[in-house]
């Protein structure tokens, strides 16, 4: 079992940034991939960013790719996601995700989640 605690958001401008954290417990976080995805209100649930557990291979949507990035601090169990440049199209709430059986193409399958934390980005 792993649990996900979540931490930052907020309301930020456009054009500003925020970060995101996501801490596990246990001590096998660093066998994890880890990924963000974030649903807007009335819309599904869309893939975000992920990253494995070899830190240099990440996944990021093409909405997000250059403004976002995703990184981990496998030290302290905590993957975060690095949010700039943000639009009033961001606004949703976020949940990071952990899995050992990650896809090509980083959206799944996740096993565990976060509790969700919202982000609004004011025009």
């Known amino acids: 079992q792993v649990r996900l605690v979540q931490s930052g958001g907020g309301l930020v401008q456009a054009g500003g940034s925020l970060r995101l954290s996501c801490t596990a417990s246990?001590?096998?976080?660093?066998?994890?991939?880890m990924g963000w995805f974030r649903q807007a209100p009335g819309k599904e649930r869309e893939f975000v960013a992920a990253?494995?557990?070899?830190?240099?291979?990440?996944y990021y949507a093409d909405s997000v790719k250059g403004r976002f990035t995703i990184f981990r601090d496998n030290a302290k169990n905590t993957v975060y996601l690095q949010m700039n440049s943000l639009k009033p199209e961001d606004t949703a709430v976020y949940y990071c995700?952990?899995?050992?059986?990650?896809?090509?193409?980083?959206?799944?399958?996740?096993?565990?989640w976060g509790q969700g934390t919202q982000v609004t980005v004011s025009s």
């Open positions: 990253i494995r557990r070899n830190p240099t291979i990440t």
């Open positions: 995700a952990a899995t050992n059986n990650l896809r090509d193409s980083g959206k799944g399958p996740y096993d565990y």
């Open positions: 246990g001590q096998t976080f660093g066998t994890y991939a």
